[in-house]
Nanobody
Framework: QVQVVESGGGLVQAGGSLRLSCTASGLRFGDYAMGWFRQAPGKEREGVSCINRSGGTTYYADSVKGRFTISRDNDKNTLSLQMNSLKPEDTAMYYC????????????????????????WGQGTQVTVSS
Protein backbone atom coordinates (compact mmCIF):
# COMPACT_ATOMS: atom_id res chain seq x y z
CA GLN A 1 0.00 0.00 0.00
CA VAL A 2 1.42 3.34 -1.06
CA GLN A 3 1.47 6.15 1.48
CA VAL A 4 2.54 9.73 0.89
CA VAL A 5 2.69 11.84 4.04
CA GLU A 6 3.56 15.53 4.34
CA SER A 7 4.72 17.40 7.41
CA GLY A 8 6.17 20.75 8.39
CA GLY A 9 3.37 23.17 7.66
CA GLY A 10 2.32 25.86 10.09
CA LEU A 11 1.79 29.53 10.74
CA VAL A 12 4.63 31.94 10.01
CA GLN A 13 4.99 35.68 9.59
CA ALA A 14 5.74 37.21 6.22
CA GLY A 15 9.45 37.03 5.51
CA GLY A 16 9.85 33.87 7.55
CA SER A 17 10.79 30.34 6.55
CA LEU A 18 9.33 26.85 6.69
CA ARG A 19 10.60 23.48 5.58
CA LEU A 20 8.10 20.94 4.30
CA SER A 21 8.91 17.25 4.26
CA CYS A 22 7.28 14.32 2.51
CA THR A 23 7.84 10.64 3.10
CA ALA A 24 6.66 8.06 0.57
CA SER A 25 6.41 4.36 1.33
CA GLY A 26 5.16 1.33 -0.54
CA LEU A 27 6.72 2.40 -3.81
CA ARG A 28 10.12 2.42 -5.46
CA PHE A 29 10.89 6.02 -4.61
CA GLY A 30 13.77 6.44 -7.02
CA ASP A 31 11.50 5.60 -9.97
CA TYR A 32 9.22 8.56 -9.35
CA ALA A 33 9.25 12.20 -10.28
CA MET A 34 8.27 14.12 -7.15
CA GLY A 35 6.67 17.48 -6.70
CA TRP A 36 4.83 19.98 -4.56
CA PHE A 37 1.49 21.44 -5.53
CA ARG A 38 -0.63 23.91 -3.59
CA GLN A 39 -4.19 25.10 -3.46
CA ALA A 40 -5.48 28.23 -1.80
CA PRO A 41 -9.16 28.71 -0.92
CA GLY A 42 -11.16 29.66 -4.00
CA LYS A 43 -8.21 29.10 -6.33
CA GLU A 44 -7.13 26.35 -8.67
CA ARG A 45 -4.45 23.92 -7.66
CA GLU A 46 -1.03 24.95 -8.99
CA GLY A 47 2.34 23.34 -9.35
CA VAL A 48 4.99 24.81 -7.06
CA SER A 49 8.06 22.72 -7.84
CA CYS A 50 9.10 19.35 -9.18
CA ILE A 51 12.26 17.23 -9.23
CA ASN A 52 13.16 14.35 -11.51
CA ARG A 53 13.85 10.89 -10.21
CA SER A 54 17.60 11.34 -9.87
CA GLY A 55 17.33 14.80 -8.31
CA GLY A 56 19.38 16.39 -11.06
CA THR A 57 16.60 18.44 -12.62
CA THR A 58 14.25 20.82 -10.85
CA TYR A 59 11.60 23.31 -11.93
CA TYR A 60 9.77 26.04 -10.07
CA ALA A 61 6.71 28.17 -10.58
CA ASP A 62 7.69 31.75 -11.39
CA SER A 63 6.01 32.92 -8.18
CA VAL A 64 8.45 30.96 -5.99
CA LYS A 65 11.71 31.05 -7.96
CA GLY A 66 14.61 32.21 -5.85
CA ARG A 67 12.68 31.66 -2.62
CA PHE A 68 11.88 27.92 -2.58
CA THR A 69 14.25 24.98 -2.98
CA ILE A 70 13.19 21.41 -3.63
CA SER A 71 15.38 18.41 -2.82
CA ARG A 72 15.10 14.66 -2.41
CA ASP A 73 16.93 11.85 -0.65
CA ASN A 74 16.36 8.60 -2.50
CA ASP A 75 18.02 6.58 0.25
CA LYS A 76 15.52 7.85 2.81
CA ASN A 77 12.48 8.09 0.49
CA THR A 78 12.02 11.73 1.41
CA LEU A 79 11.22 14.94 -0.43
CA SER A 80 11.73 18.41 1.01
CA LEU A 81 10.74 21.95 0.17
CA GLN A 82 12.66 24.77 1.83
CA MET A 83 10.55 27.91 1.71
CA ASN A 84 12.20 31.25 2.47
CA SER A 85 10.98 34.84 2.30
CA LEU A 86 7.41 33.66 2.61
CA LYS A 87 4.60 35.94 1.50
CA PRO A 88 0.91 35.99 2.45
CA GLU A 89 0.11 34.82 -1.08
CA ASP A 90 1.99 31.58 -0.33
CA THR A 91 -0.81 30.65 2.07
CA ALA A 92 -2.29 27.36 0.85
CA MET A 93 -2.60 23.65 1.42
CA TYR A 94 0.59 22.06 0.11
CA TYR A 95 0.51 18.58 -1.39
CA CYS A 96 3.33 16.14 -2.09
CA UNK A 97 2.92 14.21 -5.33
CA UNK A 98 4.67 11.15 -6.74
CA UNK A 99 4.35 10.27 -10.43
CA UNK A 100 6.13 7.43 -12.16
CA UNK A 101 5.79 9.12 -15.59
CA UNK A 102 6.16 12.87 -15.26
CA UNK A 103 5.15 16.06 -13.45
CA UNK A 104 4.80 19.44 -15.12
CA UNK A 105 5.49 22.67 -13.24
CA UNK A 106 5.77 25.97 -15.02
CA UNK A 107 7.56 25.50 -18.32
CA UNK A 108 9.33 22.34 -17.20
CA UNK A 109 8.65 18.63 -16.98
CA UNK A 110 10.24 16.38 -14.38
CA UNK A 111 10.55 12.78 -15.51
CA UNK A 112 10.12 9.52 -13.70
CA UNK A 113 11.21 6.11 -14.90
CA UNK A 114 8.23 4.89 -16.87
CA UNK A 115 5.73 6.06 -19.44
CA UNK A 116 2.96 4.61 -17.30
CA UNK A 117 1.93 7.11 -14.71
CA UNK A 118 1.18 5.74 -11.31
CA UNK A 119 0.26 8.89 -9.43
CA UNK A 120 -0.03 9.38 -5.70
CA TRP A 121 -0.97 12.39 -3.59
CA GLY A 122 -0.59 13.08 0.10
CA GLN A 123 -3.30 14.54 2.31
CA GLY A 124 -1.65 17.94 2.40
CA THR A 125 -0.11 20.21 5.00
CA GLN A 126 -1.38 23.74 5.66
CA VAL A 127 0.93 26.72 5.29
CA THR A 128 -0.36 30.06 6.55
CA VAL A 129 1.67 33.25 6.16
CA SER A 130 0.49 36.27 8.13
CA SER A 131 1.18 39.82 7.03
Amino acid sequence: QVQVVESGGGLVQAGGSLRLSCTASGLRFGDYAMGWFRQAPGKEREGVSCINRSGGTTYYADSVKGRFTISRDNDKNTLSLQMNSLKPEDTAMYYCVADRWRLAVGAGVCLGRSDRGDNYWGQGTQVTVSS
